[in-house]
């Protein structure tokens, strides 16, 4: 991921079917290992923006990001988790898997207009 831009992050949940179940998927960044504060920054998305598709298997998310979303990251390590509950109430969470954010030499928003 790049700051100041728009991706669409693909997440692939194998084994997991998310077929009717509410999902998020959170980005977190500034937490340290073993530790249990908070991350300094963190950026939950939920399904009503994501595109969730599954085979009945595997669980495919598709998560359109911001610029301002990539902004809030620092260049480095972050992290990803996706949570979800199904109708029944029961949640379940993947493990926590991590990315990097790279660095614009363009550090702000613009729109197509400027």
């Known amino acids: 991921m790049r700051r100041y831009t728009t ?25 340290q290992q073993g530790a249990v504060t908070p991350a300094n920054n963190v950026c939950t998305i939920r399904a009503d923006a994501l595109t969730v598709e599954s085979d009945g298997t595997d669980t495919t998310i598709e998560v359109p990001l911001t610029q301002l979303q990539t902004a809030r990251f620092a260049t480095g390590r972050a992290n990803v988790q996706v949570n979800w509950m199904d109708s029944d109430g029961m949640r379940g969470a993947t493990n926590i898997g991590h990315f990097t954010v790279d660095q614009n030499l363009l550090e702000m928003e613009v729109s197509y207009a400027d």
């Open 7 to 31: 991706p669409t992050q693909v997440l692939t949940c194998k084994g997991v079917d998310l077929t009717g179940c509410n999902v998020w998927v959170t980005y977190s960044q500034g937490l």
